[in-house]
């Protein structure tokens, strides 16, 4: 059962609340928001180029998947986009505080959700990063549509989700800090675009949790 779009109001409460917990989380010395289990079953983003000009993280979090992914594939420019980004750069143990000093890169810190980033920089990155992000936006259809138009030519995107069926709608209810909900259908209806270089859909045992279905691991170029 996809939950693809929720009121702005729902949407700020469970931003409210993702805040509350990652500063909690920085106070008890906290580093990692999974990202290593993302970069592992990803299989070590090998699949990228090693080295690309610029490179965006979607909803980066205060530790970033681009971290990991910068183990593999160098970039000129990163930019990290969060609604959040202000106050997570402010965090002692969050990567965006640390991230101009550990590598050589431009650094671009957007404060904006994936909603309203500005389509002038359609077609603007070689690399479009957006893992674990889909359940906390307000239109999941509009943050997908932005995410591949921000992708040039020949460019990558990446892609990790949790899936949800209906059989977790019904036992999970009501979750105010992941009010959206995305299924398979939805993620391959989005992606046609896209020639996967690397896809799988992990099973429930799989996932990080077993709350949901599968886990969807997407890595896809844009053709000319």
Request: with cysteine; glycine share 8%; charged share 25%.
């Amino acid at each position: 059962m996809a939950i693809l779009k929720v009121s702005k109001e729902e949407w700020q409460n469970a931003q409210k609340g993702e805040l509350q917990i990652w500063l909690g989380e920085d106070s008890r010395g906290c580093n990692n928001d999974w990202n290593n289990w993302w970069f592992e079953k990803f299989e070590g983003y090998s699949t990228l180029p090693q080295k690309i000009n610029r490179a965006i993280e979607l909803g980066c979090g205060p530790y970033t998947n681009i971290k990991w992914i910068l183990k593999t594939c160098k970039a000129s420019e990163i930019y990290l986009s969060d609604p959040l980004i202000i106050q997570y750069s402010s965090m002692e143990h969050g990567w965006i505080k640390k991230a101009p000093l550990e590598y050589p890169a431009n650094f671009i810190m957007l404060n904006s959700p994936v909603e309203k980033i500005s389509l002038a920089e359609v077609g603007h990155f070689n690399l479009v990063v957006m893992i674990n992000v889909l359940d906390h936006v307000m239109d999941a259809t509009i943050c997908m549509d932005i995410a591949m138009k921000l992708v040039g030519k020949k460019g990558f995107i990446v892609i990790g989700q949790d899936l949800t069926n209906q059989d977790d709608e019904r036992r999970i209810g009501k979750d105010p800090l992941h009010p959206i909900r995305v299924d398979q259908e939805f993620m391959d209806k989005q992606l046609v675009e896209f020639k996967p270089i690397f896809k799988k859909i992990l099973p429930r045992h799989e996932g990080r949790t077993h709350a949901h279905c599968g886990t969807y691991l997407f890595i896809g170029q844009k053709g000319e």
